[in-house]
């Protein structure tokens, strides 16, 4: 294969590849961007204003953080794969008064409120014998903290509907969701997508349920942070008939949000990889517009805010999500732009000024200037420390599983399954 790639012919199929790209795709999106590049520069766009380097906060506050890892395959049993998944919750505070800065709460302290930190969970599944289903639902029951299954749906009906849905007698007496009403009693029913269930489906599903319990263990706590920031997106992806969440994190994630509100907390959500188109383009105008140092922040909207969306994502299922504001954002130089979604609930209660935009952006500064205020440690200028923390805490090395797997096979030995290989797949064949 090295012979193939180092071959003149390799370079002119990915000069053709880029070419093609170059012609269709970039030419149709810089049409749509040019739509946009007057409303984002002269409406959206704006600079962060940063609390000084030696800043004494009104009030300190507590910031929670929460990020997940996991492997889909610890375990191979003939057709049974088990799955590890983590969560690591921290807490920190701003401490602007005694000079130590976002000063980590003691592990002794957060776990006494919400559980052994990191936090470890297993499933398995065959995947083979129909059984993906009962056993995706069987864990999500056990990891996610609220168990009444009424609970959990009745948040996204709420907000989703403007609260026209609030029972689970409204959704009976629904036109659009009547028919669906015995199914929402059932978490594996939530499960509407069973027929892609595959492996990676799955895994994806238990990792994303694993953080959201997480974050709700924060908020039923006595914790009390102002913040929990999530690694990723607050993306809800909708059954595309049913018009509800296609799985249970979905429900999850709204019951989360609503909860945050009742809580006064606020939910952001960041993400360091993201797929918003021209993010380049908008950071190129921030830079031209502000300076090279500005730090700065981009408000993506929907097409129920002021103005409408904007054409470069108007074609995108999920930009914005469903009930979530996003922003770009940049507080360096260094690093290519992030993106926060926050709760469109919340936003529209805390953030948006009907008719006003001089007020919207002056919450939204100061929303942006305690961001930036969490993200100027060192190690990831840029991105909230407390969610560099929480990685490095959850996150499983190769060493790490290499040692879980040490430890499954002395287990099979002591339960007299020793001739089972519980490797990963081929792994005796190095390839």
């Known amino acids: ?12 199929l990915l000069e053709a590849t880029f070419d093609d790209i170059k012609n269709q795709q970039d030419r149709r999106d810089e049409e749509e961007f040019a739509k946009d590049e007057v409303r984002i520069k002269e ?12 800043a004494v906060l009104d009030e300190d506050f507590f910031v929670a953080a929460v990020d997940g890892s996991g492997n889909s395959n610890l375990v191979t049993l003939d057709d049974i794969r088990v799955h590890l998944l983590s969560s690591s919750t921290i807490l920190l505070d701003t ?17 006494a409120e919400i559980g052994e930190q990191p936090h470890l969970d297993s499933h398995w599944h065959s995947g083979v014998r129909g059984d993906a289903q009962e056993k995706l639902a069987q864990s999500l029951e056990s990891i996610y903290p609220q168990k009444d299954i009424t609970e959990i749906i009745l948040p996204f009906f709420r907000d989703f509907t403007n609260g026209s849905i609030s029972s689970t007698s409204d959704i009976g007496k629904s036109i659009e969701y009547g028919k669906y009403v015995n199914d929402l009693k059932r978490i594996d029913k939530l499960i509407s997508r069973q027929q892609l269930l595959t492996n990676p489906v799955v895994h994806d599903e238990l990792r994303t349920v694993t953080e959201l319990a997480a974050v709700r263990k924060v908020l039923e706590s006595n914790l009390n942070p102002k913040y929990v920031l999530i690694d ?15 799985m249970p994190s979905g429900f999850m994630l709204r019951d989360v949000c609503s909860l945050a509100r009742k809580k006064g907390v606020t939910v952001a959500a960041v993400s360091k990889n993201h797929t918003i188109p021209f993010a380049h383009r908008i950071a190129n105008m921030a830079r031209d517009n502000f300076g090279s ?4 922040f981009c408000q993506l909207p929907s097409a129920d805010d002021p103005g409408g969306g904007l054409h470069i994502y108007e074609d995108r299922t999920y930009i914005p999500p469903t009930l979530a504001v996003p922003y770009l954002f940049s507080f360096s130089r260094d690093n290519r732009p992030s993106r926060v979604d926050f709760d469109r609930i ?14 919207t952006r002056a919450n939204e500064k100061d929303l942006f200037s305690d961001l930036e205020f969490m993200s100027r440690d060192a190690r990831w200028y840029g991105y909230p420390v407390a969610l560099g923390l929480a990685h490095e805490t959850c996150k499983m090395s190769y060493e790490d599983l ?5 430890i499954v096979e002395d287990i099979l030995r002591q339960i007299g399954q020793e001739g089972r290989k519980a490797a990963p797949l081929r792994e005796d064949y190095n390839l």
């Open 293 to 296: 140092h500005a730090k700065w």
């Open 402 to 406: 290499r040692l879980a797997r040490e």
């Open 43 to 54: 409406d959206l766009l704006d600079t962060v204003d940063p609390h000084p380097a030696n």
């Open 1 to 12: 294969m090295l012979e193939k790639i180092l071959t003149k012919g390799f370079r002119r």
């Open 232 to 246: 990723g997106a607050l993306s809800v992806f909708l059954h595309f008939v049913r018009k509800y969440p296609s």
């Open 95 to 111: 401490n602007s008064r005694n000079g130590q800065y976002f000063e980590p709460i003691s592990r002794e302290i957060v776990e």
């Open 346 to 359: 919340w936003w529209r209660e805390k953030i948006y000024v009907p008719n006003d935009p001089v007020a």
